[in-house]
């Protein structure tokens, strides 16, 4: 690479690559109820916080049925932390692109948060219960 800048970028877009791989190995899996292993999955063992596991359980319900720019447009912001300059490149789309996407995404877990308990007490909690 000649510009020593743009590996980050590049790194990232790779990344992005595995990453919708990934889910749709992942979507796959889940129809045909199989672990990462290829084996059943031990469902008898609970996790020690399972009021947070619901929560994420909701979070990861409403995230897969968004369309898979706008979840990884969410993803890389909210959770990886990236700037919006740094989202648009990884998804090689505009900022205002990824903006939108982002505030979209953020549209969609509000309104759909509503029908998951543990994520909307969850959300209001961030908020001090003003979370409408």
Known sequence: MRDANALRAFLIAVAV??????LRRRRVRRWVTLSPT???????VL??????LET?????RIL???????RLAFVLRNVQGLEITEVAK?????????????SRANEVIRIRS???????????????????
């Open 90 to 102: 990884a998804l090689d789309v505009s900022e205002s692109t990824a903006k939108r996407e982002i």
């Open 64 to 70: 897969a049925r968004m369309p898979h720019r706008r």
């Open 17 to 22: 690559r595995l990453v919708t791989v990934e």
């Open 56 to 60: 994420l359980r909701g979070l990861y």
């Open 47 to 52: 996790p020690k916080d399972f009021a947070g």
């Open 114 to 132: 509503h029908g998951e308990p543990a994520l909307w007490q969850y959300l209001q909690s961030l908020e001090g219960g003003s979370h409408a």
């Open 38 to 44: 290829d084996q059943m999955p031990d469902s008898s």
